[in-house]
């Protein structure tokens, strides 16, 4: 392994100071003064220890996380300004950390950093074709449904670890870092879902989010009670199902006139996640051989699906009366959601088989979720 | 006990369930549309890291904390569409989590959830009893006064757990956790007790809460030394005394005018929380019978009692000069003050009785403060 | 020992009430009334967990952060109304917080005390002296040089912890909470370097430090794998070199109207924080006895002098065509920070001998970086 990990040590500074050195230079012909809006970053703050509930990739996790972050805010800054659109670098950011989590422990830092660098222009090629051909605004919907899928299709080309592999188990003290994660951003995921949305909206979409969140809060503990054998509670279970909610509100959270609709949704999306979360771990996904390390598709990609799926039957039933004229805007909403998934499945396939080549792979399966391959720990045997 | 134990496993989900279907429907009859407020979610999110301080009870703090939170809201919304007044959900769910942080370790999720509906419909009514008869607008301090007092006497009817057992401890750890939480309420107190205060009150109101919690956090490293045998300090004192300034202003901080009244106030409600701590656990609390599981009498309770003093004894040294006429407002402040704590005492007394019937009672003694009471640990042998 | 401590335990309460006291009656005759910023609280309540790395002074880093943090502010207030100028109590604070960095583990609560009153009284003297006589206002440039100079220079005065000393060493536990708050400070570094802006200028140093912010972070993670032997992260590096970008870019951050060049800076921040880390705890720290706890050197010394160099040769270009009217601009620009740092070194070195006077020096040398020294675990067992 010393001579794979030289490749490892001489590569990873060599393509950051690489991508730095082409940033600065395109910035150099370029020039944009906007502010950035702060409750995105506290998402992906959240974000950062949301995932930090594997025992031995704590530092992996949220150091990973800040530096996919820096790097593809950059690149995401440079692609809209050429571009020519507005700001929506950090829901770009949370697609990307959304995807990074479907191989959280099994990525190298390199692999990550190609990664954040394909899928942001997979994402604005997405969002550009959906503006161009469909004349369909970005939501916060297609950010979950993209990162979400894109991960999957990335996670098909990594091996499994092996089974009886401990490591990417939690413990009780990640798990409550974990919790601190999720809590922030239950508390900020009504701002971040109306951080697209104009003025007029922001405060149907903040009101709605709320109450889908709580709903699916709490039946996340129910279910959770539910599908354990012995009748306790899970807290991957409370994790998922949390966020679930404002995951499956984040489509039609503008058009929703009544809190009970959107208590509904939330319901199903919490649902979807728990139920998701066993039938998709045990059954699908060693067929599909997907290795979902956190989760993602059920708690991103199925209540995503979820929520576009209400979007589409909100809006037949809003505009009941008049039903032949539905067809257009109906297709165009079907159209948006195919094209969205289809982009994050083939490049996000794509991707994973070139983050496999030789030269990126550089992390053993045997070393998979484990710190101390890529940081230094100077307190070794002070018992972790 | 696997017998009591399925009780607990049927009855969460189908308790849970329930009272969702009953929001559902009920929101279907009503509609509302306003914002919450961010900075109030903020305090109950601390607040469920200030309570993480047990050994082996930060999943249940956190966790049921959140369960409570996003039940409790629904239904205050409901009853407060019902009244027809405006938005305080966030304040009444904080009088709900101080009462639940009375009985933390020792109350089963179906206790608490009993516990959040009765404690809200009270809480209203103390509110409503208040407007109608006295005339008497809702502050804070009815918030912290309400929420100590019917946690105290619902725990009442609760046994103690017995005093050999350890795990009511805490550990270096699960302390430092809980400081991250007292950090957290300490910066946004002042967004917090400002709240409910009209738009012109509310820069008094942050200034003068700013300086309270700061002298009392000052007061308690200092007494906090001076009342241990070997002049060390307690991270439990510092947890209570840093708040109870906030707590303590909270009535009459809009008509502080100069900030070293606010800095006394802070430094009495320093004093009353170290001295309570040491006078309530050792004397009174054995006699009465109450077992408080995280101090909150004298980290809400008795500042709140002073800071109910103090708004009288303030407002009649404004008003020195026109004594006779003090008589009825004077009256109607006393009668604010005992009406909240009755109320609060009489409902947490018979709600402590519900909560003990056979049907909820499912949690033995022994179990007290066990996470793994409720949680599934995939870990178990890691070493907790 | 005993009679030492009892010196400790009889003096930390009286200088506490004694200052309480004094703040109390001299506010009596003061009377002010302005809020205060609260991101400038989140910063300090980030920077608490930032430096609560040390295996055993989890508790001390935490709470004596607060302690300093409460009662500098009074004082500061105090000062502030006495020399009728705004309100930078927050800056101040940071720049305290910084110093005591410097001594962290090494002084005890009556030091850090006396620190925090002198160090306030020796930063406003700085400040006024600026401003009357080169008409210069203060800046976050300022509060970073003068935080860690004052620091550095109190710590030549403290003996060295023995070298084969564990205890001063990080856990994977403590550093992912120094993580945390680490991830806190990089969220609100942007608002925080632009309180003291005037209102346009802003947007433009938000934008502007969050790039630097962002550039300093990515090299951080090449030239952390680039100087460890085996080619591994160190989580030091980037704790230090995540914030160097916020720290350099904070005097210039107004006057740069091109994103590459904050890009730029920011890569300069993060270059000589981690080679700066490297040589200076190697080579010249042992050679000026200088025992820097946490890096603050490197961390706010370096890249503050990089910003303070950086502003001048900005300036130069900006105004290359009008060469001769530079000279006093310059001059007053070089003044300002030699003054700076003047005041802050020799202000410190007094401070440090005051210090060390038998009277406050009670903590011996054995004891550093232990928070069983002066808090009370209930919990010794327990396996810390």
Redesign the interface.
């Known amino acids: 392994m010393p001579s794979k990990?030289?490749n490892?040590?001489?590569s990873?500074?060599w393509l950051?100071?690489f991508?730095?050195a082409v940033?600065?230079?395109v910035?150099?012909f370029?020039?944009?003064?906007?502010?950035?809006q702060?409750v995105s970053?506290?998402v992906i703050?959240g974000l950062?220890?949301f995932l930090?509930f594997q025992?031995r990739y704590?530092?992996s996790s949220?150091?990973f996380n800040?530096?996919i972050v820096?790097?593809g805010?950059?690149w995401s800054?440079l692609l809209e300004v050429h571009l020519e659109i507005g700001i929506i670098q950090s829901c770009c950011m949370t697609a990307v950390v959304i995807s990074s989590a479907a191989v959280l422990g099994k990525a190298n830092?390199i692999q990550l950093i190609v990664m954040t660098i394909v899928e942001i222009a997979a994402f604005h090629l997405s969002r550009w074709t959906n503006e161009r051909y469909l004349e369909v605004h970005i939501s916060m919907m297609h950010v979950y449904l993209f990162g979400a899928y894109f991960g999957l299709a990335v996670s098909f080309s990594f091996s499994e670890p092996s089974p009886n592999l401990e490591k990417n188990?939690?413990?009780?003290?990640s798990?409550?870092?974990s919790?601190?994660g999720t809590?922030?951003l239950?508390?900020f995921w009504?701002?971040f879902n109306s951080v697209l949305a104009v003025k007029k909206d922001k405060?149907?979409i903040?009101?709605n989010t709320?109450?889908a969140?709580?709903?699916s809060?709490?039946?996340a503990?129910?279910?959770s009670?539910?599908t354990?054998k012995?009748?306790?509670?899970?807290?991957t279970h409370?994790h998922s199902a949390?966020l679930a909610g404002g995951v499956t509100i984040g489509y039609a959270a503008h058009s929703i006139?009544?809190?009970?609709i959107a208590?509904?949704l939330g319901?199903l999306a919490g649902v979807i996640t728990i139920l998701g979360s066993h039938c998709l771990q045990r059954c699908s996904n060693p067929v599909l051989r997907i290795h979902d390390a956190s989760g993602v598709h059920f708690t991103f990609g199925l209540p995503g699906v979820l929520g576009a799926l209400a979007h589409v039957i909100l809006f037949i039933i809003r505009n009941w009366t008049d039903l032949p004229s539905l067809g257009y805007p109906i297709m165009i909403n079907v159209g948006t959601f195919c094209l969205t998934i289809s982009v994050a499945l083939i490049s996000g396939f794509i991707t994973g088989l070139i983050l496999n080549f030789k030269l990126l792979k550089t992390t053993p399966v045997s070393k998979y979720c484990e710190?101390q391959f890529?940081?230094?720990?100077?307190?070794l045997a002070?018992?972790?």
Chains 1, 2, 3 share one sequence.
Do not use: C
């Open positions: 990990y030289l490892f040590r001489n990873v500074p950051i100071f991508l730095e940033f600065i230079i910035f150099y370029l020039s944009s003064g906007d502010a950035f702060d970053h506290m703050f950062g220890f930090a025992k704590g530092f949220t150091g800040l530096l820096v790097l805010v950059q800054v830092p188990a939690s413990t009780p003290k798990d409550l870092l919790m601190l809590l922030f239950w508390v009504p701002s405060n149907t903040i009101y709320y109450f969140l709580a709903v809060a709490v039946t503990f129910a279910l009670v539910m354990t012995d009748g306790k509670l899970r807290m409370i949390t006139q009544h809190p009970w208590m509904i319901l710190d890529y940081w230094k720990f100077p307190h002070v018992g972790f």
